[in-house]
């Protein structure tokens, strides 16, 4: 028996992406919530990489869900959630520009321990949503709220504005998205400030 526990181990060993070990062993807050949640998804079969500098898992190269922590929680982040069944009415939409992913919150390691089995089948759905192909059908950018402070800076610099509506629409949400997120104007300022340059390169968010 105790050889056969030993396989076992190895073999969800194996699954782990060593690449990825750095992220959990730098962490110093979260850091058991973390690796209790890294197990909970392992299990249900899925590989491991690190993309957004979060890890992320995934199914036949397709990404289901990503693990990652703020200063108040720490979330599971399920890439297609808004097409997830939400029997336990636990999913999370972060800000109201975000429209297909959704997350599942928690604030200390028993929360997760005790949500294992939910967890594992909610992982387990998004799995079966992306062998099916479903899609998310995504709004148009222009049903989509510019910030402010984004829209100030359009107006007045005209040739930003013309590489803002060059990127491609997905790019163009992943901005909308990360300008929208914080709550403070200042900070939202600050991070239009910080990809000015990025977007007259014709760059992405993560280019």
Not at 129 to 155: H, R, T
Not at 163 to 188: V, W
């Amino acid at each position: 028996m105790a050889k056969r526990n030993k396989i076992i181990d190895r073999t969800s060993t194996v699954r782990m992406n060593h690449k990825v070990d750095f992220f959990f062993s730098k962490a110093k807050k979260w850091r058991e919530e973390f690796e209790k949640l890294r197990m909970i998804i392992l299990d249900c079969g899925l590989t491991e990489e690190l993309k957004w500098g979060c890890p992320c898992y995934r199914f036949q190269k397709k990404n289901i869900v990503l693990i990652h922590g703020f200063k108040e929680y720490c979330a599971i982040l399920f890439i297609k959630g808004a097409l997830l069944h939400d029997a336990k009415d636990i999913l999370i939409q972060q800000t109201e520009n975000v429209q297909a992913a959704r997350q599942i919150r928690f604030t200390n390691l028993r929360e997760i321990v005790e949500m294992k089995t939910i967890l594992k089948a909610y992982v387990k759905e998004a799995i079966e949503v992306e062998k099916a192909g479903l899609k998310v059908k995504l709004k148009k950018i222009s049903d989509f709220k510019i910030p402010e402070e984004f829209q100030n800076k359009l107006e007045k610099i005209p040739v930003l504005k013309t590489a803002f509506h060059a990127l491609t629409p997905g790019r163009q949400r992943a901005y909308l998205f990360y300008f929208s997120q914080p709550k403070q104007s200042k900070t939202r300022e600050s991070r239009v400030e910080k990809c000015m340059q990025q977007i007259l390169s014709g760059k992405g968010l993560d280019d």
